[in-house]
């Protein structure tokens, strides 16, 4: 694990970003909220959240941080059937939150796949990225696509 006891406490935020695409029957069924198992979107935003808090124990040599804010968005897209998830994360501390960003991205497509699965087998997960990131020593970082 990487020192950081000797960095200064900045405001760090990265935001993240990634998409699931479905059959149009299941995109319906997300968008329309009447899915047996629940709100497929309410439960995968919880999840994502969750999985933000734990990233240390998920990724070996991740710094557990306190994280002071975790957001998570989905906007839903008719014409290709897909749903983004966005997430922003946000600590004050001597390490950075891609990783917390990005975890929280995964396990809230995860979540939505596993709650459609018995429907539709077929989602692909992709275009998992972090769009920017602020704080510490290397300052400002934003996606050029």
Request: charged share 20%.
């Amino acid at each position: 694990m990487v020192n950081v006891g000797d960095k200064p406490n900045t405001h760090r935020v990265a935001v993240a970003t990634g998409k699931i695409t479905m059959l149009p029957a299941t995109f319906e069924m997300v968008e329309a909220g009447n899915h047996k198992k629940g709100d497929v979107l309410g439960i995968a935003r919880i999840a994502g959240i969750q999985a933000s808090k734990r990233t240390s124990d998920l990724i070996p040599l991740c710094h557990p941080l306190a994280l002071t804010h975790v957001s998570l968005e989905f906007q839903l897209n008719k014409a290709d059937n897909s749903i983004n998830c966005q997430v922003r994360a946000e600590t004050t501390g001597p390490t950075g939150v891609e990783m917390e960003a990005l975890t929280a991205v995964q396990v809230a497509l995860l979540t939505i796949y596993d709650m459609c699965k018995a429907v539709d087998r077929g989602m692909v997960m992709g275009d998992i990225k972090l769009l920017e990131k602020s704080g510490g020593k290397s300052g400002e970082w934003k996606a050029t696509e």
